[in-house]
């Protein structure tokens, strides 16, 4: 949908309307000098549509984020710019140029982008208000190489960390009580994670994010965490079986030891979300019930499934498509959650789908959600509820809305 990143900050003079759709539709008839539009790329068919409608009535459209980057002369094809990786530096280039109609078709920052003294999100622009009181990020990117992941591709394995000072103040910042950390791994670095929870601890503010399963053997780190306002914690498990973590160039993943991390996490009030991924190459159709068998008797709170979904330019999209077996280049169709893109290699296409489907309607059943509520009391008084939310969705709707 429509919208500047809110950390590329456009001179004074320019006036800004974020657009989402969640909450309104897009007036294609309304004034504007450019659009700006990021995505990733499920998204990408439904943007370069917007775009057109757009570029129809003469503005023009740039485009930026995930999708572009891994796929940038796809992308141009659709936009009268766009930009290649991080863009701190190339959107200021950008807009100078355009106000001296000038501008190239392409703008690509090769080095990462200085994490000092970015501007504070645009309050003034948010549109939601629902649970959350603030989204930001402390850190960018993640050191490891997953296989399917694709921050590898756009930050090349380069991680990165926003001084500690600003992060709180602008942590501090926020009129809500509760604040997501939209990091990818947001205790890579565990020495700055702890010097980060320490400068939270004034704020009394409530947060939860992203980070790998290292996080949980560090005692110091989680009653940092803790006592700075962690509520729950987001693990990338991503399988129970360790040959499939392996292959996936995540072995540093032990699955022997999932079972101790998230109860230590419990032991000091956190909850844990975990995601979990279906469909490697040594998955069979057994893999549903072992990794519902595990859920539950860790009592991991909440769940995030998807299917395996080899975005293009990442390292597992190469290798499927060098054996012959990406189904679609439907970009729509790379979703994780309802369509499968590729041949698995020990099930049917139907069978991974299918296989995903009951494994969210059980995990959210009320059954399970007794099962797992029941191993540990972390966060059960919003817990529950959001379960139950979950539940009476997938009654009506099915897992895939």
Request: proline share 4%.
């Amino acid at each position: 949908m429509p919208c500047l990143n809110y950390f590329l900050k456009p001179p004074s003079h320019w006036e800004i309307k974020h657009i989402d759709e969640g909450q309104e539709e897009i007036d294609f008839n309304q004034e504007a000098d450019l659009v700006g539009i990021t995505f990733h790329t499920p998204s990408a068919n439904y943007v370069y549509e917007i775009a057109a409608e757009f570029r129809k009535r003469g503005i023009p459209v740039v485009m930026g984020g995930p999708h572009v980057s891994l796929l940038p002369d796809e992308a141009e094809k659709h936009a009268d710019a766009i930009f290649i990786g991080e863009a701190e530096d190339t959107w200021i280039e950008f807009l100078t140029d355009f106000e001296n109609k000038r501008f190239k078709k392409r703008y690509e920052q090769k080095h990462p982008s200085s994490l000092t003294n970015l501007p504070m999100a645009r309050k003034d622009l948010f549109h939601r208000r629902d649970h959350s009181g603030g989204i930001m990020f402390a850190t960018r990117g993640c050191p490891n190489q997953c296989e399917f992941c694709a921050l590898a591709v756009m930050y090349h394995c380069k991680f990165r960390k926003r001084p500690v000072e600003e992060v709180a103040r602008e942590y501090g910042s926020f009129n809500g009580k509760v604040i997501i950390f939209w990091d990818d791994n947001l205790a890579a670095d565990l020495q700055y994670a702890k010097e980060l929870f320490r400068a939270l601890v004034p704020y009394r503010k409530w947060w939860s994010s992203q980070t790998s399963i290292h996080a949980g053997w560090n005692d110091d780190l989680l009653e940092l965490a803790a006592k700075s306002g962690c509520k729950q914690l987001f693990l990338g498990l991503e399988s129970v079986s360790q040959i499939s973590l392996d292959n996936a160039n995540k072995s540093f993943n032990k699955v022997k030891d999932y079972y101790k991390i998230i109860k230590k996490i419990h032991s000091y009030g956190i909850s844990v979300q975990v995601g979990i991924i279906f469909g490697f190459d040594e998955d069979d159709k057994s893999i549903f019930g072992k990794t519902i068998s595990f859920l539950e008797a860790a009592g991991v709170q909440n769940a995030t499934f998807n299917m395996l979904t080899p975005y293009p330019g990442t390292p597992l999209f190469k290798r499927l498509e060098d054996e012959g077996r990406i189904l679609t280049y439907d970009w729509s169709k790379y979703n994780g959650r309802r369509d499968v893109v590729f041949k698995p290699k020990n099930m049917t296409c139907e069978e991974l789908l299918e296989g995903f489907n009951w494994v969210n309607s059980q995990f959210y059943s009320l059954k399970s959600i007794g099962k797992r509520l029941s191993k540990s009391t972390a966060g059960l008084w919003w817990t529950l509820p959001l379960n139950l939310s979950y539940y009476f969705s997938y009654k009506l709707y099915g897992p895939n809305e």
